[in-house]
């Protein structure tokens, strides 16, 4: 059975806000792969969601800049998941400002009946402690929100 991942790919783009930084932090920004039987990601196209720039997303983390591309008219938007979506889960997401890559894992769970699993919804950090909500996918039309802590600390 195939398997989501919500994950971070880098862009060479810089944040507007850090252009005149002498070292400006690398911008990531969060797309959903599909991950087969095989145990291998399903190649994928996304859209920086800073500069535009397309990336081919070939693995967990790993993607290639797609060079001459500024946009692609078969990239999945968020309008085009919402019909496939129960009304109650849509205002969840919507309410929540959610990302495509959490769009598009609700979704997946549910195309794929994968039910019991649960997607983040949103989180905070304050003061090393992760605070956040997620959604678990219970059946083709039931769904239950439920909150998570915990602690951000890395030590070593």
Partial sequence: MPKGQKHLVRCRCVLTQFKRSPDPPIHQFVVFSVIGDDDKVQVRFAQCNNCGVIHKVIDICKSEIV?????????????????????????LLESNHADLATWEAVQFLIANQQWGNFVVVSSDVEEDVRQGKYVRIMGESLYRVESFTRNEVISG
């Fill in 67 to 91: 060079m001459a591309r500024d946009s692609m008219t078969s990239l999945i938007t968020v309008d085009d998941i919402k019909p496939s979506l129960p009304e109650g889960l849509r205002a």
